[in-house]
């Protein structure tokens, strides 16, 4: 809202100038001296007009500007310019933003557009770990930013439920059932060790006694898949805070794409057709008994088998472009991707596959592959005493998100009050939600045990989440609800208007994590209105029967910052205490 006022004063400063053409830059610098705001927009100009230096088009600017917003303007250096405001420019600020209220922040640059968010995706072979839980937790915020930005969003789960490792679940269950029968079998070579195979086993063996014991492979896989993926729903239900139904609006099942049913509106597209559309183009071709994709012609590094040899099943490739061509097929206008490191190069070999069927003809126009956007996301590692906790699903050294959150919840104490079960749940999983979001997906993650367990403003999470119970605190103490915003006027101390400048920033910020696909941006930002608002805590006193003025003011000002904390908390997942 103030960037957007800057930098509406010098595009009217621009045009009386005639020089319209390009859009000014308007940023925030890194050091007060140099004003809220500042623009280097005359360097932008000097191409245009290289009989002037940047700092004598500043100054033509500056003289042409209209300075009513701002306490002055500054030409710096070679042809910044620095904008500090009037008092009263931050105090209407305030003021709108008191006026939309919970409609602050919103975007509408979604507005009638469809988007599709795919993420989790985890074979279900074993439960989700630290890892999946990053994924989880990006495509759950992603989704509630994009809802926030208008649009009709639906979550999806490419469920993997064919191919070699669910294959291996089933033969790591038989064995492990065999042996508690007494009739041990050798162990697959690469199948799955954890203690969660031995316990599927035993329900097994509760269930069904000995009668399993000459059972198919594929009759333990499909016992083991339906209890694995259950627990896979409890658990996102858990970290989502939602009822298991309402987790995913669509479980894509691997299966349709072997299929032949082409009534199945969400797999039009098989595997079949895909190898049938490649071979036709000249992308697929036969060796040495394998069906080969010919990435290379593409502009990839090497080629990739499709459709194995000695099996004649598909490897990972075949079907995910054969889903991402469903995708398209399914109309939505952005289509989003969430993938960790191990993807890098099999997206991009599956992506431009894709793109050689679209611009072969074999999809529609309007199947652009450029709807498609894929972020990948770095590794997380646990710390716990300093040191990494290694993680395996096979060898069942691994940490699920359930064991973190149930860990996290052991040590947390809060006001006797309002200590229970719930209240412990929520402030854990709020802990393992937000050092998921602190960092930037391309960047690895060191979620340190010892400090999320933490109860003091060391940690990030508690740090936030007390910026929000003091303000519960001051209007539980207050007779006031609300300040009256006809006395706005009153905030003048630095520390209000670097508050308000903060909320002011808030839209800005929604927009770029939106675009960016970036959660980290709200996360990093929430620590910085909450140490703003300690810093005015700390310094000011809210509730002053003896200048209700100036109260008035203030718990109008502490309004905004709860308004704002709470829409934030809402777009990461977060849920707001009532007290610490």
Not at 460 to 467: E, T
Not at 565 to 571: H, Q, R, V
């Amino acid at each position: 809202m103030l960037r957007a006022l800057v930098q509406e004063r010098l595009c009217e400063s621009l045009a009386s100038l005639g020089w319209a053409e390009i859009t000014p830059e308007v940023t925030v610098p890194d050091k007060p001296e140099f004003g809220d705001f500042s623009s280097n927009i005359a360097f932008a100009l000097k191409a245009q007009r290289p009989g002037a230096s940047p700092r004598q088009i500043a100054e033509k600017i500056v003289a042409h500007l209209d300075k009513s917003p701002f306490e002055r303007v500054e030409v710096v250096g070679p042809g910044f310019i620095n904008f500090f405001l009037q008092p009263e420019t931050v105090q209407h600020a305030l003021r709108e933003i008191l006026e939309q209220e919970y409609h602050y922040g919103k975007l509408e640059m979604g507005r009638g557009r469809r988007a599709l968010v795919e993420f989790v995706s985890a074979n279900p072979t074993g439960p989700l770990t630290i890892g999946h839980c990053r994924q989880a937790v990006l495509g759950d915020v992603i989704s509630r930013l994009l809802e926030n930005a208008g649009y009709d969003v639906t979550r999806e789960y490419y469920y993997n439920d064919a191919g070699r490792q669910m294959k291996l679940l089933g033969e790591s269950v038989r064995a492990r059932y065999l042996e508690l029968l007494g009739q041990p079998v050798p162990f697959p070579e690469e199948g799955y060790h954890g203690e969660y195979i031995y316990e599927i086993a035993r329900e097994i063996q509760k269930r069904h006694d000995t009668s399993w014991a000459t059972a198919s492979v594929e009759q333990f896989k499909e016992f083991a898949e339906t209890d694995l993926f259950s627990e896979i729903r409890r658990t996102l239900s858990r970290l989502f805070r939602l009822p298991p139904e309402r987790v995913f609006d669509i479980y894509y099942n691997e299966t349709w794409l072997y299929a032949h049913d082409t009534q199945n509106a969400l797999a039009s597209v098989t595997n079949a057709q895909v190898l049938q559309w490649l071979s036709e183009l000249g992308f697929a071709y036969e060796k040495d008994g394998a069906i080969w994709f010919k990435a290379t012609a593409l502009g990839r590094p090497q080629d990739r088998v499709l459709v194995r040899s000695h099996t004649g099943e598909p490897t990972y490739r075949l079907p995910d472009m054969a889903y991402h061509a469903n995708k398209l097929l399914r109309g939505f206008d952005l289509i989003i991707d969430i993938f960790g490191a191990d993807h890098q190069d099999t997206y991009q070999d599956v992506l431009a596959a894709v793109r050689a069927l679209w611009e072969g003809g074999k999809l529609p126009k309007e199947c652009n592959p450029d709807k498609i956007h894929v972020l990948i996301h770095q590794w997380v590692n646990l710390l716990r005493g300093g040191q990494p906790v290694k993680m395996s699903k096979r060898m069942a050294t691994f940490v699920t998100i359930d064991e973190l959150i149930d860990e996290i919840k052991s040590t947390v104490e809060l006001d006797p009050t309002l200590d229970s079960e719930q209240t412990r749940e929520d402030f854990s999983v709020n802990v393992v939600r937000y050092f998921l979001l602190m960092r930037s997906a391309d960047s690895h993650v060191q979620f340190d045990l010892d400090l999320a367990k933490r109860q003091s403003k060391d940690n990030p999470v508690y740090y936030v989440m007390y910026a929000y119970t003091r303000i519960r605190s001051i209007f539980d103490k207050s007779r006031e609800s609300i300040g009256s915003i006809e006395s706005l006027g009153a905030l003048g101390a630095q520390e209000e208007l670097a508050l308000i400048k903060k909320l002011d920033e808030f839209p800005q910020i929604v927009r770029d994590a939106t675009e960016h696909l970036a959660p980290h941006f709200i996360a990093v930002y929430l620590h910085e209105l909450a140490g703003i608002f300690h810093d005015f805590y700390e310094k000011h006193r809210v509730l002053d029967e003896t200048n209700a003025e100036l109260m008035h003011a203030r718990l109008a000002l502490c309004r905004g910052v709860q308004m704002v904390l709470e829409s934030a908390f809402a777009l990461l997942g977060l849920k707001a205490p009532e007290r610490m």
